[in-house]
């Protein structure tokens, strides 16, 4: 199993080849924004995808820029989690990242 995972942000002028090269390989652009058209007709998608699948990715009419590893920056903020129940004390207000409102 390939445990590393690589953020990649590809440039297309071709919707449509875009759009099948991400039906056909395994990238992951949940959460981040999908598709998005720029005004010179371009498209550009982010995705995560394991790094042995980055080398297979087609070079053609594709620009594909490989930014970081981004599997040690979740292990490392993995270790902010806490482990204990947050809500096991109704009367206690949860501690943590989030807008207390």
């Known amino acids: 199993m390939d445990r590393k995972m690589f953020k990649v942000v590809i440039h297309a002028s071709d919707e449509e080849a875009l759009t099948n090269l991400l039906r056909q390989r395994s990238i992951d652009i949940g959460c981040t924004g999908g598709i998005r058209q720029h005004s010179d007709g371009s498209f550009?998608?982010?995705?995560?995808?394991?790094?042995?699948?980055?080398?297979?990715?087609?070079?053609a009419g594709l620009d594909i820029k490989v930014f970081k590893d981004v599997?040690?920056?979740?292990?490392?903020?993995?270790?902010?989690?806490?482990?204990?129940?947050?809500?096991?004390d109704p009367k206690k207000v949860p501690s943590g990242f989030g807008r207390k409102e």
């Open 44 to 59: 550009t998608v982010q995705g995560y995808m394991p790094e042995s699948n980055i080398e297979t990715l087609p070079k």
């Open 71 to 88: 599997s040690s920056t979740s292990q490392k903020r993995q270790k902010e989690i806490p482990k204990g129940d947050r809500f096991a």
